[in-house]
């Protein structure tokens, strides 16, 4: 830049007073008027021909005489400032209002010698010097561009000095606009924000003025203000009526300071009206909100809550509260059903508070994640609650039989996406259950049993729910179910090549009339897993198949060993059924039973009348598992019994003058109910199901550790079986102790674990 200007002979003391005409035109326009673009122009040249001088350069002289001139000016404006006594502050925005625009004028006006004298020195300054960038701010000796030395002159001489008295005239406007006296809003705004315009060049510590001058008394009488409100206020308010009254002041405040303040004052305000209108009071809010809560009056907790909410106390005993009054409801919502519904009702219940506090957490807490998590938190204490006869105690089972009664065929009607929209409800529930293994036993039997006697009324729906579980507890969690799908479909498929089987055979062997005959049978099989299916306890090892329905078993087995070397068939009798057909009556009946009472009635083929002990003989079942089966037989009058009680002596005999209107129907079994011993023998299954599942879990963990803390390894294994259920502390250590024993695991001196690989 030095090297572009061609310099040349000129008078100072000529030149010196046309610029500073100009520059007396500019700094105070309101007196001289604008400056014509000429003229302008001539002083830009004139200032550029005095920093070009030769043989000596005169921008250091112009710097002095032009630094003079500004303080001079700024001294003349501070006697008038302070002359205007109580209108001072119209007086100094007028001034600082056209000094401010002057010299952002002079500022281009002297670029020359800014690019000449500002430039040199930041280029010649030592190198051991402080950092170069901030020298014109820490070094008073170091000129600075004209533009902001006018402003330092303007801060040293007029507002350093008249701060004070500036600042207090402008408290008293301030306090005159709260109590809602008429102020002129924009020469308040204007001395405020010269506080922060006049350090507009500084590179740091731009607001340095601003905060301690200005700001800091700002908030102190801010403070002090509120406080008395507050005190006022409430000693003649009720509670909801003290939060409106300081929701306002809040309000008002927040308004006012976007009317006058700096923007990095907002918070500052309003932290400090929040400070002494809310936090000062804390007692009284705290001891309300329980009331509030009780009487649901949502108004004044969402009052509240926006009191509270931004505040360093927070909302932690409104959630607390409120999670409190959620449990309360809940559990006595739950312990006052009744009825034969119970899981719907169940279900029903606590979907209805859980969407109930939802809507009330998103109108009322605007959708707060505290007030959520405390939602959240309710409902699992809720559903897990096993203390006495708790209904919740029985929260898997009820459950289950909730997904069971929407998924099994019945006399209700739903459509497709009605029943989707239930299991979800149900899935909700699922998701704060924390036993969700036991639900998992109870769901699968019930699956099983629908599955088997063809009674879903969706598979869609069906494998919707099964989705849904996998998505929250993992494909382990729903490997079984999965399977059991699977096995219906592998069962239909083997069924057609059984019967392209039979085809064949009977083709190659036209002499062979039971497989003729075979080939028209409505024989349906299911070839299940043991190890996927709950219905291996259900299993009866004494039973004697009817001759009619024992040739297709051979022959099935027959087949599937040719299929499948090695496997082994175990027929399940109890949970088979079919049709039988009533032709000894006046009209024919085609009756749908389990396969215990078909050979029960098989056996009148032979006999008119015998012996309960002689029909046990006949079937080889048991004495208990036989009065089960007949007793539906006798109560729908097929068979008749000379006693009014069972014994093994009774007469059975087949009633020739059965007649019904219906000529298709169903007999049920009696339902087995469940014993003490077959809740043992479930709860001992999902035991032995959680210490393996745990030892898994802990040689994964081990496994990609490879050492671990106890402490850190026990968090670690209820982390991960969360999604399953929770672990007692007990199980974990015990699940640890046999690893231990089986060498998976070895117990260091300093309480940690080492994997053995």
Avoid at 216 to 222: A, M, P
Avoid at 415 to 420: H, P
Avoid at 487 to 499: E, P, T, W
Wanted: glycine share 2%; net charge negative; charged share 25%.
């Amino acid at each position: 830049m030095v090297s572009t200007i061609k310099p040349k002979q000129v008078n100072f003391n000529d030149l010196w007073p046309i610029v500073l005409t100009t520059v007396r035109s500019v700094i105070n326009m309101s007196r001289y008027g604008h400056t014509d673009q000429l003229t302008w122009q001539n002083r830009f040249s004139d200032i550029y021909d005095m920093c070009a001088a030769t043989p000596d350069s005169y921008a250091e002289k112009l710097y002095e005489e032009t630094t003079k001139f500004l303080e001079d000016h700024c001294i003349s404006m501070k006697k008038d400032i302070v002359e205007s006594e109580q209108n001072m502050l119209n007086i100094y925005v007028k001034y600082w209002t056209e000094y401010k625009m002057g010299a952002e004028h002079l500022n281009s006006l002297y670029t020359c010698l800014n690019n000449l004298i500002v430039k040199k020195h930041l280029v010649t300054e030592p190198e051991n010097n402080m950092i170069l960038e901030y020298t014109i701010e820490l070094n008073d000796q170091s000129p600075v561009e004209i533009g902001e030395m006018a402003l330092d002159c303007c801060t040293k001489i007029i507002i350093e000095p008249l701060k004070d008295r500036l600042v207090k005239l402008l408290l008293e406007q301030i306090y005159l606009d709260r109590i809602g006296e008429c102020v002129n809003q924009t020469i308040i705004k204007n001395v405020i924000i010269s506080f922060v315009d006049v350090y507009q060049y500084r590179k740091i510590n731009t607001l340095e003025l601003y905060e301690n001058s200005f700001e800091s008394h700002f908030l102190q009488t801010t403070g002090e203000y509120y406080r008395e409100e507050g005190n006022h206020h409430l000693a003649k308010l009720n509670c909801i009526q003290y939060m409106k009254k300081i929701l306002l002041f809040i309000d008002d405040e927040e308004f006012r300071s976007r009317k006058f303040l700096n923007p990095t004052s907002y918070i500052k305000v309003n932290n400090e009206c929040l400070q002494r209108l809310v936090c000062d009071h804390y007692d009284t809010l705290k001891n309300e909100c329980n009331e509030l809560i009780l009487q649901q009056d949502f108004d004044a907790l969402q009052n509240m809550y926006k009191l509270l909410k931004p505040t360093h106390i927070g909302i932690n005993y409104m959630v607390e509260q409120l999670q409190a009054n959620i449990t309360y409801i809940g559990n006595e919502k739950i312990q006052s059903l009744k009825g034969e519904n119970l899981p719907t009702l169940f279900v029903e219940t606590l979907l209805e508070l859980h969407t109930t506090y939802l809507n009330i957490i998103r109108e009322t807490f605007a959708n707060d994640p505290d007030f959520i998590s405390s939602l959240d938190k309710a409902c699992t204490i809720i559903v897990n609650m096993k203390n006495g006869n708790c209904l919740s105690a029985k929260a898997p089972e009820l459950l289950a039989h909730y997904c069971d009664n929407l998924l099994r065929k019945s006399s209700k009607t739903l459509t497709e996406n009605e029943i989707e929209e239930k299991l979800l409800h149900g899935i909700t529930i699922f998701n704060y259950l924390e036993d969700k293994d036991y639900f998992q036993r109870f769901y699968q039997k019930m699956l099983a049993r629908r599955l088997i006697n063809q009674q879903s009324t969706s598979m869609d729906a069906e494998e919707f729910i099964v989705t849904k579980l996998k998505e929250m507890c993992g494909y382990e969690f729903t490997a079984k179910l999965a399977r059991m799908f699977q096995d219906m479909k592998v069962s239909n498929d083997l069924y057609i090549k059984f019967l392209d089987y039979l085809k064949s055979e009977s083709s190659s062997n036209v002499q062979n009339q039971t497989m003729t005959n075979l080939i028209g049978l409505d024989f349906n099989i299911y070839v299940l897993q043991a190890n996927s299916w709950p219905i291996a306890q259900l299993t009866t090892n004494t039973f004697l198949i009817p001759q009619p329905l024992e040739k297709p078993l051979h022959l099935f087995e027959a087949f599937y060993n040719k299929q499948y070397n090695g496997r082994k068939l175990c027929w399940i009798y109890n949970l088979s059924n079919g049709e039988i057909r009533m032709s000894h009556l006046d009209r024919s009946y085609v009756v749908t039973m389990c396969t215990y009472q078909m050979a029960i009635l098989l056996i009148f083929n032979q006999h008119d009348k015998l012996t309960l002990h002689e029909i046990a003989e006949s079937t080889k079942l048991n004495m208990k598992e036989l009065e089960r089966q007949i007793l539906p037989l006798i109560e729908n009058k097929f068979l008749l019994n000379n006693t009014n009680n069972l014994t093994s002596k009774s007469i059975i005999s087949i009633n020739f003058e059965y007649k019904s209107k219906r000529t298709k129907f169903k007999i049920s079994t009696t339902i087995h109910k469940e014993t003490r011993q077959d809740s043992e023998i479930s709860q001992k299954i999902v035991d032995d199901d959680r210490k393996f599942y745990l030892q898994a879990i802990i040689v994964r963990i081990m496994k990609s550790r490879k050492i671990l803390k106890h402490n850190l390894l026990i968090e670690e294994v209820i982390t991960q079986s969360k999604q399953r259920f929770i672990p007692s502390i007990h199980l974990i250590k015990k699940c640890i102790e046999i690893l231990i024993d089986k060498q998976y695991l070895e117990r260091n001196l300093t309480d940690e674990y080492t994997y053995i690989a």
